[in-house]
């Protein structure tokens, strides 16, 4: 079992900022693909971000240019980096891992995180 613990969530304005971190165990963070996902009321899961053991990254189209997925092998964290936020990025937002990046392409990671809720006002 992977533990995964999510924080930095909170409520911002239009255009406003947020840096989500989850916190893994070593070995997730350097071998496994991780990336983040958000669900909002009333609608499916959908991936935000994905990070590559090989260090490739995918986005959403919705997101791109406006957030960044990385990790630091120093503290075993995940970050995104949330920039230009918008009213329809309000969601909660879930850590995921899996050693398959293509389950977790397909929004079926093996390991979830307990969420972190991002309020976007406008």
């Known amino acids: 079992q992977v533990q995964l613990v999510e924080s930095g969530g909170g409520s911002v304005q239009t255009g406003g900022s947020l840096r989500l971190s989850c916190a893994a165990p070593g070995d997730t963070i350097r071998l496994y693909t991780m990336g983040w996902f958000r669900q909002a009321p009333g609608k499916e899961r959908e991936g935000v971000a994905t990070?590559?053991?090989?260090?490739?990254?995918n986005y959403a189209d919705s997101v791109k240019g406006r957030f960044t997925i990385w990790r630091d092998f120093a503290t075993n964290t995940l970050y995104l980096q949330m920039s230009s936020l918008k009213p329809e990025d309000t969601a909660m937002y879930y850590c995921?891992?899996?050693?398959?990046?293509?389950?977790?392409?397909?929004?079926?990671?093996?390991?979830w995180g307990q969420g972190t809720q991002v309020t976007v006002s406008s």
């Open positions: 990070l590559g053991a090989n260090s490739r990254t």
């Open positions: 995921a891992a899996d050693t398959s990046a293509e389950r977790l392409s397909m929004n079926r990671p093996a390991f």
